[in-house]
């Protein structure tokens, strides 16, 4: 079975529908579309409390289990919810992919006098202060945790840098004189000449104390919770050698190969290359890339080559690395990356995630669900995206045999799959349209002669039949898709 990751958030997810119930209520759905792995949001204690996304960690031992920062339950509910929805998950058959937030804590207990020096936001290597002492907020103890499962608190010396505002309103950026390292940790990429820092409290992995801390948090997560794949969060800011140990520690601690997809947020295919082969293929990338391909198209139109589509993305250079999606919680209307794949686009955009080969497609949540809400004056309404139902289906069943593409034209592209003898009800043909009608010749083998095809997306009524060799005219509206299977295999995508 082809592998399928479901991303069951987004942003604005309200905290008033508890996703963790939400989860179990969809788990039986989520299995019969041929979901294999769910990611779920970071499940810890938000310096926000039950308001934070969960990207703002505070307390990595709180599941939502003590009141802290002003609740018990973090905003998807509580531990004992959590454990329940994987369990649930568990028992539908899949697995389920844990975020993992380690770049940075917020909202510590107290604040602690340290040495820092000040570096140029725009150029971390460069020094522009004398050593300086000041007060930052550096030291956490968990007062509301009191101990249970870990003793370690975190101070200074578990952190590289810190932000502080307060005295101007520019960004300005602390190293903590900490004694690891000259300056900052070895990061792959050169943004901001060394990009260790995005915010908050930036942890120190170079202080084995830390990476001890970590491994030990992460054995005692598997194990508390039965999670069995990690969404690894902005790996940009963090040495790649850590998290080598790091999961080579877990993978031997449970004697299994967990399945982990990484974010390394840059279009630049040169570092997402280059961390794959630091990490010496531990982990998958998100392709970002392709992505920003996707975005580009639905802004361009007919202006925007659709045979280019793979041009510059990890799918077409290293496709066994690559997790392919069209959206996130990211990328979504109001967020910091928001770069949102037109609605026109999204049928084509999931198409090509979900029904070819190669890459790992990642379902975004309003795609499939929708999703409305509010932020300041804009209400956003996301409709769920026309046909994703049916690819999904066609995916978990026909995606098998040869396939062959046909992007030998500006506006008109298409593949197909051959399918297989021994499954009749396979073989299926794909046209996308970013301009006018449009039409592909294309053959499906001789297995699939004489055969008759419909159009899952009704934009037309009438079939096409191949010839005695396997090959027809597959046809496209305006701007449109259309997707081609046996009539014989309409009742398989119900
Ligand atoms: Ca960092």
Same mark, same amino acid.
Request: proline content about 3%; overall charge negative.
């Given at each position: ?11 604005y997810y309200p905290k008033e529908k508890k996703l963790w119930n939400e989860v179990v209520k969809q788990a039986e759905h989520l299995q019969f579309i041929g979901i ?243 990490? #010496? @293929?531990?982990?998958?990338? $998100?392709? !970002?890339? /392709?992505?920003? +391909? ?127 003898? #021994? @499954?009749?009800?396979?073989? $299926?043909? !794909?046209? /996308?349209?970013? +301009? ?21 997306t009704e934009s037309f009524n009438d079939a096409v039949v191949t010839n005695e060799e396997g090959t027809a005219f597959f046809p496209v509206k305006s701007r449109s ?14």
């Open positions: 079975m082809s592998l399928t990751i479901f991303q069951f958030f987004h942003w294999s792995h769910v990611w779920l949001p970071p499940a810890y204690k938000s310096s926000a409390g039950e308001n934070g996304v969960g990207y703002d960690v505070y307390d990595l031992f709180d599941l939502g289990e003590f009141n802290q920062k002003g609740s018990t339950v973090t905003r998807y509910g509580s531990k004992r919810e959590y454990i329940k929805a994987i369990k649930t998950l568990h028992e539908h058959k899949m697995n389920v992919m844990a975020d993992i937030v380690l770049n940075h804590k917020n909202g510590a207990d107290e604040s602690e006098k340290v040495h820092v020096i000040q570096v140029d936001a725009n150029n971390r290597n460069e020094v522009v202060s004398e050593p300086m002492e000041k007060e930052i907020a550096t030291k956490y103890y968990f007062p509301g945790r009191n101990k249970k499962y870990s003793e370690f608190v975190w101070d200074w010396k578990t952190f590289t840098g810190i932000d502080d505002c307060s005295d101007t309103n520019e960004k300005c950026i602390y190293k903590i004189i900490n004694g690891y390292g000259d300056l900052w940790d070895d990061v792959v990429g050169d943004e901001f000449g060394n990009f260790d820092y995005l915010l908050g409290a930036d942890i120190e992995f170079r202080n084995p104390a830390v990476t001890a801390e970590l491994k030990y948090w992460g054995k005692w997560y598997v194990k508390t919770t039965g999670i069995d794949s990690f969404r690894l969060d902005a790996v940009k800011h963090i040495s790649a050698n850590f998290y080598k140990e790091w999961l080579d520690y877990l993978n031997q601690t449970f004697k299994k190969q967990f399945f982990t997809v990484a974010e390394y947020w840059s279009s630049d295919l040169k570092y997402l290359h280059e961390y794959l082969d630091v990490m #010496e @293929n531990r982990v998958q990338l $998100f392709d !970002v890339p /392709l992505h920003h +391909n996707f975005f580009d198209a639905s802004k361009k139109g007919k202006d925007f080559s659709l045979a280019n589509i793979f041009n510059g993305t990890l799918v077409q250079t290293r496709p066994q690395s690559a997790v392919t999606f069209v959206d996130n919680h990211d990328t979504q209307p109001t967020q910091s990356l928001e770069s949102f794949v037109e609605f026109w686009f999204k049928p084509h955009a999931n198409a090509i995630i979900l029904l070819r080969q190669q890459g790992i497609p990642c379902v975004f949540y309003p795609s499939y669900y929708g999703a409305s809400y509010t932020v300041g004056d804009n209400t956003i309404e996301l409709a769920p995206v026309p046909h994703l139902y049916k690819m999904l289906k066609i995916r978990q069943q026909f995606l098998e045999g040869e396939q062959n593409d046909y992007f030998d034209h500006p506006n008109v592209v298409a593949w197909c799959n051959k399918g297989t003898e #021994e @499954n009749q009800d396979s073989g $299926f043909a !794909v046209v /996308l349209s970013n +301009n006018e009608d449009g039409f592909k010749e294309m053959n499906l083998g001789q297995h699939n002669g004489n055969k008759k095809f419909v159009d899952i898709i259309s997707i081609w299977i046996k009539d014989i295999a309409l009742d398989k995508i119900k």
